[in-house]
């Protein structure tokens, strides 16, 4: 196994076993257990689900096939869990696995959240998700479908967070 190519510095680190089967699990550092993250998270995660069902529903009617292919809006009852979802920006989308993804408290305007057509909508718990089609084209490196995509003409086949990591050195 890969255990045996390791480096002598790294086989003592790992405790000079001979195999890493033989190694015991590593010790939890407590000041690294973060109730907090530990709760923000889980929400998060329970959000997920329930963005997933919308994203089934739209996937089930055969108008989306990858939920790459759609953006969502999240409309919260609670302000302050929208806020607290909103943190994350763009890297929100990162989360649901869509092109887009928007937080916002009920009753603030959604104009200019998302722009594609609106394919669903699901309400749970207090949350409202609506599923719209992605707009713009996709990017051939992340697969997100966004307008930026062309914006770069060294790499006009790339959104412009991929066009900046393909012109780093």
């Not at 997933?52 to 739209?58: D, H, R, Y």
């Not at 939920?67 to 979802?85: G, I, N, R, T, Y």
Request: charge should be negative.
């Amino acid at each position: 196994d890969i255990w045996q190519h390791m480096t002598e510095a790294m086989r003592e680190f790992g405790g000079n076993e001979s195999s890493a089967l033989l190694l015991d699990y590593p010790v939890v550092h407590k000041e690294f257990d973060d109730a907090e993250a530990k709760a923000y998270w889980s929400e998060l995660l329970t959000i997920r689900l329930i963005v997933n069902k919308a994203l089934e529903q739209v996937r089930g009617a055969k108008v989306i096939g990858s939920s790459l292919e759609a953006s969502v809006v999240l409309v919260f009852e609670d302000a302050a869990k929208a806020a607290s979802v909103a943190k994350l920006g763009v890297d929100l989308a990162s989360v649901f696995i869509t092109s887009d993804a928007r937080a916002l408290a009920q009753g603030e305007s959604t104009d200019g959240a998302v722009s594609g057509e609106v394919l669903g909508t699901l309400s749970e718990g207090g949350l409202t998700v609506t599923v719209h089609k992605a707009s713009g084209d996709m990017c051939v490196r992340c697969r997100k479908y966004t307008i930026e995509v062309g914006q770069n003409k060294d790499f006009v086949d790339l959104c412009n967070r991929c066009a900046e990591a393909m012109a780093k050195p």
